[in-house]
């Protein structure tokens, strides 16, 4: 696991948060999501356990951790060890994978408060689409 995020620190800091947001975006095209997900919603609800389907490596994982909004909206919270724009990307892929009917775009919003690249336990997304 180590190895893995000093990998990403090394993306980040010679290539930038593009191919880290791309690596991200790449995730939740060969992994395995539970039966009946057939929708953004649904796979942002199961997106923790599809990550611990998924998850090579032991010890503390972190999780997502998805907060339903009014209408079109959401929160997810992301306490595990993987950069922002990593867990962007994932989101970015779960919404082209099963994009809502009548839905052009998904914006994320990373919320100002706490930022695990700041040192916080957690990142919270507004998501909207």
């Not at 929160?75 to 724009?85: E, G, K, R, S, T």
């Not at 990593?86 to 779960?94: K, N, R, S, T, V």
Request: overall charge positive.
């Amino acid at each position: 696991m180590n190895s893995v995020l000093s990998s990403f620190n090394d993306i980040l800091a010679q290539v930038g948060p593009h191919t880290t947001r791309a690596i991200g975006h790449a995730i939740p095209k060969s992994s395995v999501f539970p039966p009946a997900i057939n929708s953004f919603e649904s796979a942002l609800l199961s997106l923790d356990q599809a990550y611990r389907m998924n998850h090579r490596g032991t010890g503390d994982i972190g999780s997502y951790r998805y907060v339903p909004g009014v209408g079109r909206t959401a929160q997810m919270v992301c306490d595990n060890p993987y950069p922002c724009d990593f867990d962007q990307g994932i989101m970015e892929a779960l919404y082209d994978r099963f994009q809502p009917k009548g839905s052009i775009v998904l914006r994320i919003e990373h919320d100002a408060v706490g930022c695990r690249a700041k040192g916080a336990r957690s990142c919270s997304y507004r998501l909207k689409w």
